[in-house]
């Protein structure tokens, strides 16, 4: 499957895993617009919701409870934006896809990583599309960190 992202991510991608469960793999994003976004994707080539099966849901319902329950704690998040929309795989004309979920969590107060403090700006409204990245990579990491360490905790 030369061409699927998901099957071809490199090490560098691959350093951002900060979950695996049965089913699923949780990535911190790249694209770090809302503090903590991640991306959880199907470990399976799987191209739609309905092609899911009963005990992938039930390890996603799992998988979604943990994150939001560390990302409260971690971050003091106030509530989660999630979307399904699977429209890169299309654009990109890739042969295989796997259903993957976008996580926003959203700030009602300033959050602190590294010293900095971030607003969401758009808080109790839909996310930006084209914000920017806010975190540099060192605090990128710092907040790779901080996930990772209470998840082990949790989990
Ligand atoms: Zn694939």
């Known amino acids: 499957m030369g061409s699927c992202e998901f099957c071809n991510l490199s090490s560098e991608d691959?350093?951002?895993?900060?979950y695996t469960s049965d089913f699923w793999k949780v990535y911190l994003a790249d694209k770090q617009d809302y503090i903590g976004r991640c991306i959880?994707?199907?470990?399976?080539?799987?191209?739609?919701l309905s092609s899911l099966y009963l005990q992938e849901w039930d390890d996603l319902k799992y998988t979604i409870d943990l994150l939001?329950?560390?990302?409260?704690?971690?971050?003091d998040a106030t509530m989660f934006n999630w979307t399904c929309?699977?429209?890169?795989?299309q654009k990109k004309n890739e042969t295989c896809a796997h259903v993957h979920f976008?996580?926003?969590?959203r700030y009602?107060?300033?959050i602190k990583i590294n010293d900095q403090v971030y607003y969401d700006e758009e808080f109790a409204h839909h996310y930006?599309?084209?914000k920017e990245n806010k975190l540099d990579s060192e605090?990128?990491?710092?907040?790779?960190?901080?996930?990772k360490h209470c998840m082990t905790k949790m989990n």
Do not use: T
Request: charged fraction near 30%; include cysteine; proline fraction near 2%.
């Open 102 to 105: 976008h996580l926003r969590p």
């Open 108 to 110: 009602k107060e300033s």
């Open 14 to 18: 691959e350093q951002w895993l900060f």
């Open 68 to 75: 939001e329950k560390v990302i409260s704690k971690a971050l």
């Open 40 to 48: 959880v994707v199907s470990r399976r080539h799987c191209e739609s």
């Open 139 to 147: 605090s990128g990491e710092v907040l790779f960190k901080i996930l």
């Open 85 to 89: 929309l699977m429209n890169n795989a």
């Open 128 to 130: 930006k599309n084209d």
